[in-house]
């Protein structure tokens, strides 16, 4: 295994379940991001974990809910989410969160919600 | 004021041109900036980092920063087929480890 790893790769989901996305890296890495990539839009930075601590929530709605374990696994939890949720979920981990540490990609989970 | 800007595109090249790719950023305070490729239906990878004004080489691809005129581009030369994809230019702020990514530019190389 190597790099970074999400699962599922696809995912459909109705407003009122509930799922959960998986992230591991491999890489021996500190940090770790959840972002949220929608059609003809930039990426968006959703959460920040730095060392298991949660160092950023950008504006996020409640109905995501990230875990942080340890340092090289992310879950992102899903409940009552809403059909614009629908989007390219990516996660990213670096060495740390402070100067110029380069951020990989895991190969993303591709959401519909119905 | 968006933060990260680059050229709408798409981009389309003749297989064997350059490809030139501009990015615009507001932070001036930022250090670290980044290209990333993205395939149609996979995740970013990074191409090239730049942290100094200049030019910096990396086979095909060339990153040139300027730090006083807020602006940092990714040249392809010789480009291929295989070079068609979404280009992310990224830039780390100066007060913090965020990433900020601009919407991308989608380059076709035509054979």
């Known amino acids: 295994e190597t790099g970074v790893t999400q699962t599922p790769r696809h995912l459909v989901m109705g407003m009122t379940n509930k799922k959960s996305l998986k992230c591991e890296q491999h890489?021996?890495?500190?940090?770790m991001y959840w972002y949220k990539q929608s059609a003809k839009k930039p990426l968006e930075l959703m959460f920040v974990?730095?060392?298991?601590?949660?160092?950023e929530n950008n504006s996020v709605p409640s109905r995501f809910s990230p875990e942080c374990p340890n340092s090289s696994h992310l879950f992102l939890h899903l409940h009552t989410l809403q059909p614009e949720d629908s989007a390219l979920y990516l996660c990213?981990?670096?060495?740390?969160?402070?100067?110029?540490?380069?951020?990989?990609f895991g190969p993303g989970t591709r959401l519909l919600v119905l | 004021q968006k933060e990260v800007e680059q050229n709408s595109g798409p981009l389309s090249v003749p297989e064997g041109a350059i490809a030139s790719l501009n990015c615009t950023y507001s932070?001036?305070?930022?250090?670290?900036f980044f290209w990333y490729r993205q395939y149609s239906g996979k995740s970013p990878e990074l191409i090239m980092s730049?942290?100094?004004?200049g030019d910096k080489e990396d086979g095909r691809f060339t990153a040139q920063l300027n730090k006083a005129s807020q602006y940092v581009s990714l040249l392809i030369r010789d480009s291929q087929p295989s070079d068609s994809a979404t280009y992310l230019c990224?830039?780390?702020?100066?007060?913090?480890?965020?990433?900020?990514f601009g919407a991308g530019t989608t380059v076709t190389v035509r054979a």
């Open positions: 990213a981990s670096s060495h740390a969160t402070s100067g110029g540490e380069t951020q990989y």
């Open positions: 890489l021996g890495h500190n940090a």
């Open positions: 974990y730095n060392f298991k601590e949660q160092t």
């Open positions: 932070d001036r305070g930022s250090q670290s």
């Open positions: 730049i942290y100094s004004n």
């Open positions: 990224a830039v780390k702020g100066s007060n913090d480890y965020k990433l900020s």
